[in-house]
C-alpha cells in the first residue's frame, strides 16, 4: 500500500547565481535559482540564515513581506534589498507570465 501520493517529481537543470554584497550596515549573502517550476518566480535563498522566498516583481515592492521574510531588521534595510533585487527578478509579475 502507498503511503504517499506523489505530486511532482522532476530533475531539471537551473541557473543559480550566488551574490553577496554589503549597504551600509549589513552583508548579504543570497543564492537565486531561476527554474521553469513555481511559476517562473526566482527561489531566493539567505546563506546566512537559510531563509527562503519565491519573489516576482510585486514581492519586491512589499517592504514588509521582505523583511518578514528574511526576518530584516528595519524597513531601510527591506527598501535597499528591494533595490538590489530588482535586476535579478522577472519584471513580469508570474501570473501575467502564464496568461
Sequence with gaps: MEV????YDEHENVNVRFVGFTTEHVRYDF??????MFFGKPLVVCMQTGRSSL???????????LQKVFNIHSLDEAKDLSLF???????????????
Design 31 to 36: 543564492g537565486i535559482i531561476h527554474t521553469n
Design 85 to 99: 533585487f530588482e535586476e535579478s527578478v522577472p519584471s513580469i509579475p508570474a501570473y501575467e507570465q502564464y496568461e
Design 4 to 7: 504517499f501520493e506523489k505530486l
Design 55 to 65: 519573489l516576482d516583481a510585486n514581492d519586491l515592492q512589499n517592504y514588509e513581506y
